[in-house]
């Protein structure tokens, strides 16, 4: 399955899961009825074959293949090495690959002197000093307070590595850590929850999810324990028994075949409502996928058992065919608008206010690239405030020559990844803030219906430029971390501008204007390397810190944007748990701080980023 064969190509032979349904019946009446099993040996045959049958360079031939279990390669194929080939692939096509090349049974467990003596997990609900999801808050602020972070800026000046963690088989390590007081939980690329002590790194207790973890855990109160809350990359949402690892319940919020889950789940009242998203606008790669068909939405589960309470799609109206493209593949839609970011909850209005994607297929509809405020009771949409009317794009807009699932006139693709901040300024007002890969920062009022207050433009905006994963504020400003990655692709790579993206901006609340803005770093001559500040950012009394693709992770004084520390991940580490690790760019959920520690995971190989499989845990020196 080599890249330099299959990227040249990008006409893999997909299927549409909704093209069985009576929306798409009436034009594709020869797909109609239940498709075969997807034929293991065969895909192989198409898609694998000519490259590990005949390796050369680095690529392993079959017979190392064979010797692999098929757990170890449907990761690699996942979220691995593989990933920027096979996300084409619909899950099961992947899974039948696997199964045919690979040897059946689960993959080996961390190695017995990876575990603590006491693998007992404690959870305190009294201890204020918990960074537990997105955000120490529900305000999604990412502002962790003095007397729960523990650090002053004279501390943050001093920081040195506590110890290292690394994720066994993986190349990225992109999830954020929940962490209440000494407890520490954290998914990884390979799909494995973990617990463990934050004194030394040692493990309690792993489990093993269906697919890639990217988003934070939520841990809450549950009985006489708790439970501990998460997706995944396969459209998965898993509870667990937080103190033992047990499976309490696991459900799939959205039947539709191309669902991931990225956003951390909010939690209120007994009820966790799950943000969803999808890779279908990558299936628009191939001229035969009947383009497109998922609709974002917010979906309300019991935290007890799982059942359903509300779901609100974005999209109200189900897709339903518009016509074909010149490839005479049909076109449907409307589509799109997935939710990224995790959820703000408002306590104060009973609101939860979201953020939306773009739409993947036209026609284009109101609440793409839009904040959203739903009532918390019942999910009911109160207000929609777009950004960016008629954003209609797909994948296939972004290759060299159009293909022919892109739409007519089709969007810059400047949606919303990251979640809405609630913020109360000096004065007393409160903001919803929201930052777009437009490169615009928002400030909304949530008491006149997301009306804007003001608006920043902080880059230049792009596919993977603005703000992508987060800001952070305290009471003055708002914190925005510029990606503005410029990648390239050719038939055999795709690399990263190590010239272009990167700065940190510092915004002041109650106007918006700039009161600093950082200059990116230089890359200077480090292979595979970008200045972009993609990362989500956090923030404690006097410092924010940014991670960056350059693989550094640097705190910056809020006074004036002065850097203080810089630690460079890219490099081995030696590990806690015995395996071998290395650190990369930093990207997605980016560093959080609590009870005088701060965690950052390092390792992202999107869009040619360094890769990396390591959890760095930093203290002040002492």
């Known amino acids: 399955m080599r890249l330099t064969a299959l990227l040249t190509s990008l006409v893999w032979t997909t299927s549409l899961s909704l093209a069985q349904q009576s929306l798409a019946q009436a034009s594709l009446a020869q797909k109609s009825g239940n498709p075969a099993a997807p034929n293991g040996p065969a895909l192989y045959e198409k898609r694998c074959a000519a490259c590990h049958d005949h390796p050369v360079d680095r690529i392993p031939p079959r017979a190392t293949l064979e010797g692999m279990n098929s757990a170890r390669i449907m990761r690699t194929l996942d979220f691995g090495a593989m990933m920027t080939v096979a996300y084409t692939l619909k899950r099961d096509e992947r899974q039948a690959i696997a199964d045919f090349i690979g040897k059946a049974g689960p993959e080996p467990g961390p190695a017995p002197e990876a575990y603590c003596k006491d693998r007992s997990v404690t959870i305190s609900d009294s201890t204020g000093s918990a960074w537990n999801g997105w955000s120490p808050s529900k305000e999604n602020t990412r502002f962790v307070p003095a007397n729960a972070a523990r650090m002053s800026v004279d501390q943050a000046r001093h920081l040195k590595l506590k110890w290292a963690f690394g994720f066994e088989g993986d190349i990225s390590a992109m999830a954020l850590p929940a962490m209440i007081g000494s407890q520490i939980f954290i998914g990884s690329a390979g799909g494995l929850m973990h617990a463990i002590r934050a004194d030394t790194g040692c493990l309690q207790w ?110 109200p109206e189900p897709p339903k065919v518009t016509g074909k493209t010149s490839a005479g593949t049909a076109t449907l839609g409307p589509s799109g608008a997935g939710v990224w970011g995790s959820p703000t909850v408002d306590l104060k209005r009973k609101l939860l206010y979201i953020t939306s994607g773009d739409n993947y297929s036209k026609p284009d509809t109101a609440n793409s690239d839009s904040v959203l405020a739903l009532e918390l009771a019942t999910g009911k949409i109160m207000w929609s405030r777009q950004t960016l009317p008629g954003d209609v794009y797909n994948s296939a807009c972004g290759t060299a020559k159009k293909g022919s699932n892109c739409p007519d006139d089709s969007g810059p693709d400047h949606d919303f990844g990251s979640a809405a901040l609630l913020v109360k300024t000096a004065a007393g007002r409160d903001l919803i803030l929201a930052g777009q890969k437009s490169g615009v920062v928002y400030a909304l009022d949530p008491d006149k219906k997301g009306e804007i207050v003001w608006q920043t433009r902080v880059g230049k905006g792009g596919i993977v430029g603005g703000v992508q994963w987060g800001m952070a504020s305290d009471a003055q400003n708002v914190y925005a971390a510029v990606s503005d990655a410029v990648f390239t692709s050719t038939a055999s790579s795709r690399s990263l501008d190590p010239n272009a993206g990167g700065g940190l901006n510092a915004l002041k609340l109650e106007d918006g204007s700039k009161v600093w803005i950082t200059a990116p770093q230089p890359c200077g001559s480090r292979a595979h390397c970008s200045p972009a500040q993609s990362a989500a950012v956090t923030a404690i009394p006097g410092v924010v810190f940014s991670g960056s693709l350059d693989g550094h992770l640097r705190g910056y004084t809020t006074e004036e944007g002065k850097v203080i520390w810089d630690f460079d991940t890219a490099r081995e580490f030696q590990t806690v748990n015995g395996v071998k690790a290395t650190g990369g760019s930093i990207d997605g959920a980016g560093p959080m701080v609590m009870n005088g520690m701060l965690l950052v995971n390092s390792g992202y190989t999107r869009y040619g980023g360094m890769p990396g499989n390591v959890l760095l845990a930093f203290e002040p020196e002492k």
Request: charged fraction near 20%; aromatic fraction near 10%.
């Open 206 to 315: 792993v489990f093993q999810a269906i697919g890639p973890i990217r988003a934070a855990a939520v841990v809450v109160p549950l009985g006489k324990g708790h439970a501990l809350l998460f997706g995944d990359l396969t459209g998965w949402f898993y509870a667990l028994d937080a103190e033992t690892g047990k499976l309490l319940w696991k459900k799939r919020p959205e039947e539709h075949e191309a669902v991931r889950l990225t956003g951390t789940p909010a939690v209120y009242n007994g009820v966790v409502m799950v943000p969803v998203a999808s890779w279908e606008e990558s299936r628009a790669l191939n001229p035969d996928y009947p383009c497109c068909t998922f609709r974002g939405s917010i979906v309300a589960l019991r935290v007890r058992d799982g059942a359903p309470v509300w779901k609100t799609y974005l999209i």
